[in-house]
């Protein structure tokens, strides 16, 4: 709860305190500089979730990387509370680190309280799940009121003490865990030992290499988000690429990555869409809407409309059976709402200009439909993933589901950029239109698709 505290928080108000005059306490950032910060902070949160959890099973176990990654995100807030751009960016980056060590490590901690036909499973992660939507509520109302309502800077130290007192707790509960969570997995052999030193030295050494690199030769922020661009979707490339040709001898496996693949695609495409809200909803809801509260409390909503819809949708399913649309449908309906969501909001924006605010009622209408595609799309393919990766592949196929999230967020802080660029009903109306029409074209694929999932001798239900 307290890390995503954090994350939404910070989310709620990079953006407007990076854009912020100075005069009023902000960094005075342009909008595309802005967006370029924020495209590398909200991708590299995800992205990091692949190395941190190899870090943590071969290297310092889940209890010491759920820890550090606690100590990290507590100090990176609390160097953003001093002003200056170097404890601006050291802050930032502690928490991009942090984030990376906690949130999947965290997850697979949950797991280990339970054996694995026990029947509290799902219930102690509808508790965790719970928890990250209480952090994700109560964030952006407490950490948005202190920075637009007191000092922009007040909100950081408030994620730092909250985390610290999670970190006390959960230091506390470490006799509820079971043993093997304070430990790394032991390498079977000696040769598998020094592999996993010679990896780590490796990352260590192209760490260093690309913060020299970016010191030294990149010459502005929005250059070094390009640059992260390129190395992004060149992984991405390696990996969908290692999937598809290599990444199994079998017909019936090759099917069901070809799938992985495919669902990538629109997954990255939603939440390049989904994940705006801490970039050009963001700004919208502060220069173009009447707000009777501070802008950033519009994120709330999203958790707000989550909660409660949440069991709806998990009745739904379980109401249709096996009359209930097919992952590869329920990633087309998730797309369509996000795109109808920008739809809606391209009218609201045609009444807005500098002289004129629009009602609240534009950007709430927007989170209620992207909260009904994020109900269609999130919970689906965490499930789809375990579904269609082979066991051995397991943990690797839900870290290419983080990773299509890690190249959406980094999509949709690049599209802020254009937030001044292009008239905002051409810049919703084009984001809303293109979702549709990829949505209505996947359409015609869902069949075969589903097909393909459900093909082969162990093939499972194709819903999720």
Known sequence: ??????????????????TADPATGGLGFSIPKASAIYSLYASLNYLLALP?????????????????????????????????????YAGLAGIILGTGLLK???????????????????????????????GALVSPLIVGYLAQRVNWRYGFPVAAAFMSIGLIQFYLGAKNFSEHVF???????????????????IGLAAIVALIAAAFLFIPSVEILADSFGAILLTIVVLVLGGLLLVGSPNAHE?????????????????????????????????????????????????????????????????????????????????????????????????????????????LIGTYLLHTIGELCLSPVGLSAMTKLAPARMAGFIMGVFFLSISSGNYIGGRLAGFYEKLPLPQLFGGIGAFCIVIALIFAIFIKPVAKMMDSGPSSTATSA
């Open 104 to 134: 999947t490590n965290a997850s697979t901690m949950v797991g280990t309280l339970y054996g694995e036909k026990d029947p509290r499973r799902d219930s102690g992660f509808s508790i965790y799940y719970m928890g990250i939507n209480i």
């Open 254 to 362: 090759r099917r069901r990555l070809a799938v992985v693949c495919i669902l990538f695609f629109i997954s990255t495409l939603f939440w390049s869409s989904f994940e705006q809200a801490g970039s050009t909803l963001n700004l919208f809801a502060e220069n173009n809407t009447q707000n009777l509260f501070p802008s950033t409390w519009y994120q709330s909503f999203n958790s707000l409309f989550l909660i409660p819809l949440a069991p709806v949708f998990a009745a739904l399913w379980i109401r249709l059976g096996d009359k209930q649309p097919s992952v590869p449908a329920k990633f087309t309906i998730a797309l369509i709402f996000v795109g109808l969501g920008y739809v809606w909001l391209m009218f609201g924006a045609q009444s807005a200009s500098d002289s004129a605010r629009v009602s609240p009622i534009w």
């Open 1 to 18: 709860m307290w890390e995503r505290f954090s994350y939404y928080g910070l989310r709620a108000i990079l953006v407007l305190y990076m």
């Open 52 to 88: 941190c959890g190899w870090l943590a099973d071969k290297f310092l176990g889940l209890r010491a990387a759920v820890i550090y990654g606690g100590i990290l995100i507590a100090i990176g807030n609390g160097l953003m509370y001093f002003p200056g751009l170097t404890t601006f």
């Open 183 to 201: 430990k790394p997995i032991p390498p079977s052999n000696v040769l598998e030992q020094q592999q996993n030193s010679r990896y780590l030295k």
